[in-house]
């Protein structure tokens, strides 16, 4: 069979294995992608006669049309869905043969509403390395979907038959190394940042995390699964070889996921890839044993949640964290302490917390030290825990909801929910931290200096604009790589976008 993937903004680690294994079984696999930088991030500004202009979902239809695909693939998210459905509706339209499928956490946390689409035939329900293949083999073979796990298929008349998700694949050493081609051969660039994930799951349960709704699925128990080391460090070499990476992304929901895989793995990659990387982790993993073997190994740059100070919004019924204060700024002080770069993100808008909890919070980060820290809106994802609270007890807005829930974020990044003035100090805040010293951000908490700076937010633009700081201070100094790695992802989108202008 023909198959094209098509997505924006960035690729797919998921797909990039699909890919493989559909390539291993003789089929083809291409790629149309859309850059959609400006319009992901201000279609949504734009009057409706400019934003229909703008929007890229038609020419991305064009694009796989003229590839004549049997099957297109959509990996969907919160803010790209209404983008792949708008696509397939325009695809539909002109060939109605071709059959779309479109997979990825929000139509496995969503799926009754995603299959509604008119830009939508089927969903992947779940993990799909071994139902994608099988429907594919189904339909080569001109046989009938309608029983495969893990597929929902919606027939002409509407009828949708649903089909309950098989087990996990266990052994993760059993699936082959992504296929990078998919993407790189398209945009090189994106190889400088070479993405890796060398596990699937998380050990905890964080009330607002998309996890919550695949543990719904499938349990708790047997879904945080790790490749063996040496499978991982096969896929680093062999990409080494190929490419110009010059930075690893472990891609993990936490890394690592256990400290024996650790002390197995670290001495390998740095004999064996000795590139430098990152990672997302966690304040309750970081030993000192843990935070030696990472920085020894090359590690630059962590990314850890805190979320809150409040102890109150920890507990089981509020975000369900299960560190406590002490934990994180434990965590920080051991990564700084080797030299590696710490990133902690914070959210605002959890449910009970106020002003006074942001003035704690800000605080606490400028006594506890971590390099950046990075404040999201509280994000209610479809079907997590937090978000079933919500609409049960009613204190989110419905509207609110229901546009995470549809998928109707056309944007480059999560916006989050209940965004407002309230947070504008403490954003400004957070925005100027690599700027000042330790001693400069103990004088701005003690001399309320962020209170002054809310006015600026006032500012039209200047509150979109608050990485401005990080990015100058990240291309003049090397502690924080992420900076430049990340105009380099815009210079290669940038750049790619130009060429398919240039080409249509």
């Not at 460090?233 to 110009?244: F, P, Q, S, T, V």
């Not at 606490?364 to 999201?376: I, L, N, Q, R």
Request: aromatic content about 10%.
């Amino acid at each position: 069979m023909r198959i094209v993937v098509c997505n924006r903004l960035t690729e797919y680690l998921g797909v990039e294995i699909l890919s493989a294994l559909l390539k291993a079984a003789g089929h083809s696999v291409e790629l149309v992608f859309e850059a959609d930088l400006l319009s992901a991030t201000f279609l949504g500004a734009l009057p409706p006669s400019l934003s229909q202009r703008a929007d890229s979902a038609g020419r991305a239809a064009r694009r796989v049309l003229a590839l004549e695909p049997d099957l297109v693939l959509f990996p969907s998210e919160v803010n790209s869905f209404a983008w792949c459905a708008r696509v397939g509706s325009h695809i539909k339209t002109q060939n109605p043969q071709i059959v779309l499928l479109h997979g990825g956490f929000h139509v496995t946390s969503n799926p009754e509403d995603c299959i509604k689409s008119s830009g939508v035939d089927m969903l992947c329900i779940g993990e799909g390395d071994l139902a994608v293949p099988e429907l594919v083999e189904v339909l080569d073979q001109g046989g009938d979907p309608r029983s495969i796990a893990n597929i929902w298929v919606k027939e002409r008349d509407g009828t949708v038959h649903r089909n309950a998700p098989r087990p996990l694949v266990a052994d993760l050493d059993s699936l082959p190394w992504p296929d990078k081609s998919l993407y790189y051969d398209q945009l090189p660039g994106l190889s400088r940042e070479y993405m890796c994930v060398a596990s699937r799951g998380c050990h905890w349960a964080c009330s607002f995390c998309f996890y919550t709704t695949l543990y719904d699925l499938y349990e708790r128990d047997g879904f945080l699964r790790t490749r063996s080391p040496e499978h991982v460090i096969g896929e680093l070499e062999a990409a080494r070889e190929r490419y110009d990476i010059e930075c690893v992304v472990f891609h993990d929901d936490i890394f690592p996921t256990s400290i024996r895989w650790l002390r197995e793995f670290a001495p390998l990659y740095k004999e064996r890839i000795g590139l430098p990387f990152s990672c997302i982790t966690h304040p309750q993993l970081m030993t000192e044993e843990t935070a030696e073997l990472l920085a020894d190994m090359g590690c630059r740059y962590t990314i850890m949640g805190a979320q809150t100070v409040n102890e109150s919004s920890r507990r089981p019924e509020g975000i369900n964290r299960t560190e406590d204060s002490e934990d994180i700024a434990r965590a920080i002080r051991r990564l700084k302490s080797r030299g590696v770069f710490v990133l902690v993100d914070h959210i605002f808008g959890i449910p009970g917390e106020t002003l006074e909890d942001q003035e704690d919070a800000l605080a606490f980060y400028v006594a506890s030290g971590p390099d950046v820290v990075k404040p999201f809106f509280l994000t209610y994802f479809a079907g997590t825990d937090l978000t079933r609270r919500s609409h049960a007890d009613q204190t989110v807005p419905a509207d609110a909801l229901k546009r995470t829930e549809s998928g109707d974020w056309d944007h480059f990044m999560f916006e989050g929910q209940l965004s407002g003035d309230d947070f504008r100090a403490y954003s400004l805040a957070y925005s100027v931290f690599p700027l000042l010293s330790q001693q400069g951000r103990e004088r701005m908490l003690r001399w309320h200096l962020h209170h002054r700076l809310s006015a600026l937010g006032r500012i039209p633009g200047l509150g979109k604009a608050t990485f401005l700081p990080r990015l100058a201070t990240g291309v003049l100094r090397d502690e924080d790589i992420r900076p430049r790695l990340y105009l380099n992802y815009l210079k290669t989108l940038v750049t790619y976008q130009v060429k398919q202008h240039l080409r249509s």
